[in-house]
């Protein structure tokens, strides 16, 4: 069993900056950032390999975000600049201890509790 733990979430005004943390108990293969507005399904946002450290962005946030992690502190990071209102989500934290490279929710086995970032026009 791996534990998520997120922290940084918060409110900010468009343009703006946030940087998201998410702690793991344990060793993983791979660590995601996904978001949910209300009425929306969830979407991808970033992925790393835990391992190397291979990362991919999502068209909607790329040169944007970015993803980084700390392997020492089992510890990833998605750094968000230049905010946009449409960004305003509920962001997890997701990993998987086998498999990678996907955007599909089902295929995380193990999800943090969620972090409200909202952005105000």
């Known amino acids: 069993q791996v534990q998520l733990v997120e922290s940084g979430g918060g409110s900010v005004q468009a343009g703006g900056s946030l940087r998201l943390s998410c702690a793991a108990s344990?060793?993983?293969?791979?660590m995601a950032w996904f978001r949910q507005a209300p009425g929306k399904e969830r979407e991808g946002v970033a992925l790393i390999f835990t391992g190397d450290g291979i990362t991919f962005h999502a068209d909607s946030v790329k040169g944007r975000f970015t993803i980084s992690q700390d392997n020492a502190k089992k510890t990833m990071y998605l750094q968000m600049n230049s905010l946009k209102p449409e960004d305003t989500a509920m962001y997890y934290c997701?990993?998987?201890?086998?498999?990678?490279?996907?955007?599909?929710?089902?295929?995380?086995?193990?999800w943090g509790q969620g972090t409200q970032v909202t952005v105000s026009s």
């Open positions: 997701a990993a998987d201890t086998y498999r990678c490279g996907t955007w599909m929710p089902r295929n995380y086995n193990y």
């Open positions: 344990g060793s993983t293969y791979c």
